[in-house]
Structure formats: C-alpha cells, structure tokens
C-alpha cells in the first residue's frame, strides 16, 4: 500500500522542483499538486474517489474566485490546471488501483496471494474469536506438478494452475475465500461454517473434482491433490 502514494510523492517532488526552478511557482499550483497525494492515497472506492475529487475542486474553485475578486480577471492557464488535476488523479487512481492488485493477487490466476491470504486470515480470526464462530483452513497440494513443468514445460503448467483455480473457485462459489499459497499449493478460508462436516464436505468435494483430467493443448492431464484441514477453535486458538 505504500508504493502509490510513494509514487505520487516522487512525481510531485519532481514536478515542484520543476515549476520552482522555472520561476512560475504559485502557492497555489503547489497546493494543487500536492493535494493529488491525498487523492492517491485516501480513496479506495469510486464513491470516495468522487467525493475527494468534488472537494479539491471546491477548493480549487474557491482559489479561482479569490483571484478574481483580487485581480478582476482569471488566468486561462489557471483554468486549465483543473482538468489536469483531474487527468492526474485518474492516473495516480488507477496507477495505486494496479499497484494494489500486483501486491495482494497472483498474476497467473487472479486470485488472493499469500501475503494477502495471511491478511485476511488473520482479521478471519479476530472476527471469530470476537463473536465466537467457527472456521475452516483447508491447504491443497499438487502432487507431481514439478514433474508437469519439467517434462511439458511451464506453460503446460501454468494453464494447469489456472485449471485447478477455476475448479476450486466452483467448488467453493462465495462460501470462502481461495488464494493461491504456493508454487503448488492452494488455501481455502471457509468463515461461514457451520459444523466440521461443512469442511470435511467441501474436501472431498475438492479431490473429488481434481479427480477429473484437465485436458492441456490436447491433452489430458491427471494429477493428485492432497488436502490438510484445520479447524477453529478446536485444532488451535
């Protein structure tokens, strides 16, 4: 979450020193441009995106008429600057949107990645632990998939994983959430579980439609999954 705001701060300490060193700086031109960090670093949602976008031109418009009643008239490049303002709050927005998804989501199969599982596993578990309901962990290996990449080739392999991704997705529907663990391995989060039969279901159900050849450039392909399960509170606190 660091990097877009990190990236919004390089370009406006840049551009600063820019404007500064060509001499045509104004407090104001500075405040637009560092108000753009906020925008990159607050809005997370359209709606907030909108709303903070609707207030720094508020601001900005209070600037222009404050100029005017000074000055009777308003600079055309002053104009101007709003519709870059908002140009570069869409690409901040969009850059920190893309930024955000490459931290927290594998690339080859869309889905949560580790780092991001462990994130929501863990606020999963607070949130059980505060209302005292029950959860689910379940980890499910590959077994030869290191044999898969070496003799078909790591693109064989790759589409093997996006297979085993879609599979698990219509196993699981919106019951929990998937993310990719490992080179190999999956996570599954089952937060609305109601008893240990719930997991030890969906499980079998897993193996069950991994079972199945995945047909891969003309091929079909079968490979064995393993599936530990853990369960809270009862395996651990």
Request: charged residues 15%; proline residues 3%; hydrophobic residues 50%.
């Amino acid at each position: 979450n660091w990097f877009p705001g990190a990236l919004a701060l390089g370009d406006t300490a840049m551009t600063t020193a820019m404007i500064y060193l060509s001499g045509n700086g104004t407090s104001d031109l500075y405040l637009t441009y560092f108000v753009i960090i906020l925008i990159v670093t607050m809005p997370r949602t359209p709606r907030q995106m909108f709303l903070w976008l609707s207030v720094v031109c508020l601001i900005y418009g209070m600037l222009l008429y404050q100029e005017f009643r000074q000055s009777g008239v308003i600079l055309e490049h002053h104009l101007l600057r709003i519709p870059l303002l908002l140009v570069m709050a869409l690409f901040y927005s969009r850059t920190a949107e893309s930024a955000r998804k490459l931290a927290a989501y594998d690339s080859l199969t869309g889905l949560p990645n580790r780092h991001q599982f462990l994130r929501i596993a863990t606020q999963a578990l607070a949130a059980a632990r505060r209302d005292k309901r029950n959860l689910a962990l379940l980890l499910l290996n590959l077994d030869g998939f290191k044999l898969i990449n070496d003799t078909l080739g790591h693109a064989t392999g790759d589409q093997l994983l996006k297979g085993v991704a879609t599979r698990l997705t219509e196993c699981v529907q919106r019951s929990g959430t998937i993310a990719r663990h490992g080179a190999d391995e999956f996570a599954v989060l089952l937060e609305e579980m109601l008893s240990s039969e719930h997991a030890s279901y969906l499980a079998k159900m897993i193996l069950s439609t991994m079972a199945a050849p995945f047909l891969l450039d003309g091929r079909e392909i079968f490979v064995t999954a393993r599936i530990g399960v853990a369960l809270y509170p009862q395996d651990a606190d």
